[in-house]
């Protein structure tokens, strides 16, 4: 069984969630020890991981509920209209 490979979205959503929030953590811990920027790295690298993992991915998606077809119409019968042919109006004679 092959693991999915990740999409293009994942793979942008983790990296910027990585590098961002290495950036804020460093930036609000102030941590400049080995030790701290280890568990800062860490930890972003976690929440990156959290990231990519939650965006949806593109691959098939199956409907939650199976949707019935829904029921064919009757099909009413065509009747073919002919014109009636056109009637001349009827001439009366003049009573002589």
Do not use: K, N, W
Request: with cysteine.
């Amino acid at each position: 069984m092959a693991m999915p490979r990740p999409t293009v979205a994942q793979l942008a959503y983790g990296s910027c969630t990585v590098i961002f929030s290495t950036f804020a953590m460093l930036l609000l811990s102030g941590a400049s020890s080995g030790v701290g920027v280890a568990i800062v790295a860490v930890s972003a690298l976690a929440l990156g991981l959290l990231v990519a993992m939650t965006v949806p991915s593109s691959g098939p998606r199956r409907p939650a509920v199976a949707e019935r077809p829904a029921a064919p119409e009757p099909v009413q019968p065509v009747r073919a209209t002919v014109p009636s042919p056109a009637r001349e109006p009827v001439r009366e004679r003049a009573a002589s």
